[in-house]
């Protein structure tokens, strides 16, 4: 028997007469609104449309595509914690929508051959995915940023890798956050004179990018800032999150 996990990963990269069929065949409901529809209605799908925004986090820039509320808070949930590999597509728009904000900013265009080669892109950067923890790469069979960055036609680099434990950050607070993420991540290899944008699918405190930009650092790399899917803007309170949300 197919997993719904298989399934949706079937029907995330199908042409749209496909999903059109399948609607019919066998109905789904939209992970933005439970609507019974396809992955995202229309409506859903709308709201997803990307408008990179700049914020920062101390003095990290970082450009992100969707405000991490309403519809992009569930349709991400949903992708990460809920097997909807689905909504892979449009996500995946807008956080290559947010590299390229990233790297237009930075006026630092992506190296070829490790970041995949938009049109616009001759040569710069290398793109470190922000790695899942060992835990929820378990619980979930696949890393959600390097998902999406393939998905939207970029290869990032193993520069990352998860190091010491780290709690579930769901109702920790900034600082305890900071706290918990230090020291989770680690330098793959060395990184003397590479230049790096950080990629990530949630930015809330920043805990994971900071930590993210601490380990680049300390292998001799330059993080010229980061991207990422969606932002939770400081005014309004997590109501939708992942354990990794932060």
């Known amino acids: 028997m197919i997993s719904s996990r298989a399934v949706n990963t079937l029907i995330a ?31 859903c799908a709308a709201a997803l449309r990307p408008a990179p925004a700049l914020c920062s986090r101390d003095d990290l820039t970082i450009w992100s595509a969707l405000e991490y509320r309403d519809v992009a808070a569930r349709v ?21 929508a947010a590299v390229g904000a990233a790297l237009a900013a930075a006026a630092a265009p992506i190296a070829p051959g490790a970041a995949g080669r938009p049109p616009e892109a001759p040569v710069g950067v290398l793109l470190a995915g922000v790695p899942s923890s060992r835990r ?15 998905r939207a036609g970029l290869r990032p680099l193993r520069l990352l890798r998860p190091g010491g434990r780290v709690a579930d950050q769901v109702g920790l607070g900034r600082q305890a956050r900071l706290d918990n993420r230090t020291g989770a991540l680690v330098a793959a290899r060395r990184l003397a004179g590479q230049r790096v944008l950080l990629v990530d699918d949630i930015v809330t405190t920043g805990a994971t990018l900071l930590d993210a930009r601490r380990a680049i650092l300390l292998a001799g790399g330059e993080v010229i800032g980061a991207a990422t899917v969606a932002e939770t803007r400081r005014h309004h309170p997590v109501t939708e999150s992942s354990p990794e949300t932060d």
């Open 76 to 96: 991400l949930v949903a992708f990460k914690d809920g097997g909807r590999t689905d909504a892979a597509p449009a996500l995946a728009g807008a956080l290559r």
């Open 136 to 150: 929820a790469w378990r619980a979930r069979g696949f890393a959600p940023v390097d998902l999406l960055l393939r």
């Open 13 to 43: 990269a199908a042409p749209a007469a496909v999903l059109d069929a399948w609607a019919v065949l066998m109905p789904t409901d939209c992970s933005g609104c439970g609507a019974v529809d396809r992955a995202l209605c229309a409506a």
